[in-house]
């Protein structure tokens, strides 16, 4: 009996040690919290203030549309330069580009960059010798904008696929 009372109480240090020994935290790699995303100034007001005075041509270049935008006249260059918001926007590893715009005044180019447009990210990145320096929200007119001319560009593609696989059906 005293064999099995001691097989007993050895058992239960034994369990008792295994405890405290898996209840102290365990020293581990936890990842670092996630740093929120960098954000780059807003573009300058003496920019926007240029464009929207002398501007002569704006560019869109959409990376997986098959159509680009050039706006040549005065009031659709101002209502492209209104898109720009005045708040500095947040760099989002997880946005992709959807294509490529470039603002010109008087034939030089003045401001250039990515715009993204998806789900959470609706913005301007602006470059200077390929280097990203300025960053802008898009404002809310400008995702109305850019959803219509999407929209009827897709549209404008699938009138034609149907003209011509109609008239390939005749």
């Known amino acids: 009996m005293k064999n099995a009372f001691f097989v007993l109480i050895t058992i239960l240090a034994l369990a008792a040690c295994k405890d405290e020994k898996t209840s102290q935290p365990a020293a581990t790699n ?37 159509f680009t935008m050039s706006l040549s006249e005065k009031p659709a260059i101002q209502n492209a330069v209104r898109h720009i918001s005045e708040s500095p926007a947040p760099l989002k590893p997880e946005c992709k580009p959807l294509g490529r715009v470039t603002y010109q005044a008087k034939g030089e180019i003045v401001l250039e960059g990515e715009f993204f447009f998806s789900q959470g990210c609706t913005y301007f990145v602006f470059e200077k010798n390929r280097t990203k320096t300025y960053a802008n929200f898009m404002t809310e007119e400008a995702g109305q904008y850019f959803n219509a001319q999407i929209q009827q560009a897709l549209k404008m593609q699938q009138q034609v696929q149907q003209q011509t696989g109609g008239g390939a059906a005749q």
Request: overall charge negative.
């Open 30 to 66: 936890t990842p670092p919290p996630a740093q929120p995303a960098a954000t780059l100034p807003s573009v300058p007001i003496e920019v926007v203030k240029q464009l929207w005075d002398e501007g002569t041509q704006v560019d869109y270049i959409f990376y997986d549309y098959p």
